[in-house]
């Protein structure tokens, strides 16, 4: 039998066994360190341990914090000793809930208890180490939900208990260390002593759990706090407490209780608030006559751009739309990746020059005609559409370098308003699931890429790894130059997606290398109730991304 072993994805070698060994036996000689791989993926089909009996051809993926799935396996592996940590110091009492990521890290709160104070973080830091010193086995065990819901009755999990009660499964996936228990949709590493580095850092009214980043897995540095970004978090947050949803469950009541109508009004108002009073200052602001808008792949940026225009015109301001893309170089200036392929995410695929040269004009009055890009021949041309500033106008222009000083340098920075947008979720499984920022993103691009570009599934999960690494480079390091940050993130919009998402995940092939990723999706989609595209207002930024919107894209 042949066994074809990858570490991370990336072929390593070939081994021909003359009957089934457990897979610690089999990577034995290969040179690959075990103490490093978080899981094992077999057949890009299931997660297993080193204890696993492959038989028949297998093919055996090592995965370690240095994939981008054995990276989740790592943070949720560290959150899941986090909570067996606070446990043991604080008991049942307590309510930790891990609530979004900031930096490189989670930041998560305690309730049930006095403050949480530096002090405490420093008990919590010692007794994580103490756990991951003991090397301590994390066992995943299929129990029965009635089982389950005694389980953590006893620990006072009611966020865990409510979707146990709403999932009518007969069994449910448990994992246990010593005597605690908990839940996670996503698979953890086998071993406490697996979670080699981490960090926690007081930050009031909570703490934030930071995970090691780069090609060495190391904190290296002390945390910078991104102000802005957390401020936005912090205040939306403050929404969910008005509206008193906070997990996955919050909404299904809603939607059992046929009120969900008038949640869903309730914050699309909340948006078209923000978004009016954005527009309303920066129309206070006579300076201002450039607005840049950019942020991270599928936030609903060309939406946003279209209902803070509406919102200026209210306001008696007259927006000129300027397309970022439009200035792109000539195909033959365009700079290369190392491995020779264009690279249209550079700033330096933008001629620079000739943008700041007409933006300039147009803020001294001049008369200039927008150049057309035609992406097919890889040329500017002439568009014969001119445009001249008067004195209520002002510029709008959206891309992923907008917030980049270089991109319009010589323009004063009392001209310009920068804008930051990102689907910034904060609900949550329960309190130790969180639904990452990025789920809710590639969502979004998966049912956009299927209804515009014709793109299965398979190949947006493919290529999403390629989106986040352009993002980590050339969105994330400048959101705090913002003017202004927008969290286009709708609590309820999980339960709209699921419809148009979860048919196209199913058409992932078994054999592919994102069906896990795929299953992934699904098993996170499976917590939600349906939300009929109907009660969807015409002008959301989620019909960007399904359909029916009001605006033309």
Not at 34 to 44: A, E
Not at 58 to 72: D, M, Q, S, V
Request: proline residues 4%; contains cysteine.
């Amino acid at each position: 039998m042949k066994i074809d072993i990858r570490l991370d994805g990336h072929k390593h070698s070939l081994i021909e066994l003359d009957k089934p060994r457990p897979i610690s036996h089999i990577l034995k000689g290969t040179g690959i360190d075990r103490s490093h791989v978080l899981s094992y993926k077999i057949n890009h089909r299931e997660y297993v341990n080193e204890d696993y009996l492959p038989e028949g051809e297998t093919l055996i993926n090592c995965i370690t914090a240095k994939h981008p799935e054995g990276y989740r396996i790592y943070q949720d592996s560290a959150i899941f000793i986090m909570a067996k940590a606070l446990h043991t110091l604080l008991g049942e009492a307590h309510s930790l809930v891990a609530e979004h990521s900031i930096g490189d890290g989670v930041f998560c709160e305690v309730f049930g208890a006095e403050r949480f104070t530096e002090e405490d973080c420093s008990r919590l830091e010692a007794e994580m180490q103490r756990i991951i010193e003991s090397d301590l086995p994390i066992e995943r065990i299929e129990v029965k939900s009635s089982e389950a819901i005694d389980i953590f009755n006893s620990m006072r999990r009611k966020d865990i208990i409510r979707n146990i009660k709403s999932s009518f499964t007969e069994t449910v996936p448990v994992y246990r260390c010593g005597k605690y228990y908990d839940f996670f949709i996503r698979p953890l590493a086998d071993r406490t002593g697996l979670i080699k580095e981490f960090d926690i850092v007081y930050q009031s009214p909570g703490f934030i759990l930071r995970f090691p980043t780069g090609s060495q897995m190391k904190i290296s540095e002390p945390f910078k706090l991104s102000k802005k970004v957390f401020a936005l978090h912090q205040e939306h947050d403050k929404w969910l407490d008005i509206l008193r949803v906070h997990n996955i469950y919050d909404i299904n009541r809603l939607i059992d209780a046929y009120d969900i109508s008038q949640f869903i009004l309730v914050e699309e108002a909340l948006h078209e608030k923000k978004i009016a009073e954005i527009a309303a200052d920066i129309v206070l602001h006579e300076d201002i006559k450039i607005i840049l808008i950019a942020g991270p792949s599928s936030s609903g940026k060309t939406t946003f751009a279209k209902r803070l225009s509406v919102q200026l015109q209210a306001s008696k301001a007259k927006p000129i739309v300027i397309g970022m893309d439009d200035y792109f170089l000539n195909r033959d200036r365009t700079p290369r990746k190392e491995d020779g392929d264009y690279d249209f995410e550079s700033i330096h695929s933008i001629d620079l020059e000739y943008l700041n040269m007409q933006l300039s004009q147009l803020l001294n009055g001049e008369q200039i005609e927008l150049p057309h890009y035609d992406f097919t021949r890889g040329l500017r041309r002439p568009s014969n559409n001119y445009v001249k500033m008067e004195k209520d106008n002002v510029i709008i222009m959206e891309g992923i370098h907008g917030l980049n000083d270089e991109l319009t340098a010589s323009i004063p920075e009392n001209r310009k308003a920068k804008i930051y947008i990102s689907a910034l979720n904060q609900l949550n499984i329960d309190n130790h699931n969180r639904i990452p920022t990025t789920d809710c993103r590639l969502l979004r691009r998966i049912i956009r890429d299927h209804q515009y570009r014709g793109y299965s599934a398979e190949e947006t999960l493919s290529r999403w790894q390629d989106v986040r690494d352009g993002e980590e480079k050339n969105i994330f390091p400048y959101q705090e130059n913002s003017t202004y940050m927008f969290n286009s993130s709708l609590t309820y919009e999980l339960g709209v997606l699921k419809k148009h998402a979860c048919k196209m995940l199913l058409s992932v092939p078994s054999t592919s290398s994102a069906y896990t990723e795929a299953r992934r999706l699904l098993r996170l989609l499976a917590h939600c109730r349906d939300i009929a595209d109907a009660l969807v207002p015409y002008n959301s930024i989620i019909r960007e991304f399904t359909n029916g919107s009001i605006f033309r894209y």
